[in-house]
Structure formats: structure tokens, C-alpha cells
């Protein structure tokens, strides 16, 4: 399914964006759908992977001491 490339500035909110996708037919929503999917797939923003490897030293901190270690022995 081939998508035309359009830059449209809309002002609606998220609830108006449901209540339109809730008029559309079946199988217009199927579609829209796969738009969806496909945008998902396609879009994962960097800053999720980076916030992950950057967080992992902070919480090594934390995570790795004897207190921590202490509070966990019995589990």
C-alpha cells in the first residue's frame, strides 16, 4: 500500500482524532491500521535506546553496593 508524502498541519486533539477514526469503514480502519504499524516500526526514536544506556551506569550505582545487596539477601 503506497501512501501519498503530504505535510498537513491540522489543529485537532486526540480525542478528535479518535472520534474521526471511530466514522471511518471497516476497512479503512484496517488500513489505517497498517499506516499505524508501519509508522511504529519505523519511527523508534534513538532517544529511547540512548536513555537505556545511559541509565544503566546510574542504576549500577545504586544497584551494585552492599546495602543493596543486604536488603536483597533474603529473597
Same mark, same amino acid.
Given at each position: 500500500?503506497?501512501?501519498?508524502?503530504?505535510?498537513?498541519?491540522?489543529?485537532?486533539?486526540?480525542?478528535?482524532?479518535?472520534? =474521526?477514526?471511530?466514522?471511518?469503514?471497516?476497512?479503512?480502519?484496517? &488500513? =489505517?491500521?497498517?499506516? +499505524? @504499524?508501519?509508522?511504529? @516500526?519505523?519511527?523508534?526514536? $534513538?532517544d529511547? +535506546? =540512548?536513555?537505556?544506556?545511559?541509565?544503566? &551506569?546510574? *542504576?549500577?550505582?545504586?544497584?551494585?553496593?552492599?546495602?543493596e $545487596?543486604?536488603?536483597?539477601?533474603? *529473597?
Open positions: 500500500m503506497k501512501t501519498a508524502a503530504s505535510n498537513i498541519n491540522l489543529s485537532i486533539n486526540f480525542g478528535q482524532v479518535v472520534d =474521526l477514526v471511530k466514522q471511518l469503514p471497516y476497512k479503512e480502519k484496517i &488500513k =489505517l491500521s497498517e499506516v +499505524i @504499524r508501519k509508522e511504529i @516500526r519505523t519511527s523508534i526514536p $534513538d529511547i +535506546i =540512548l536513555t537505556h544506556f545511559a541509565s544503566e &551506569k546510574t *542504576l549500577g550505582n545504586d544497584w551494585l553496593s552492599i546495602e $545487596d543486604e536488603a536483597w539477601k533474603n *529473597l
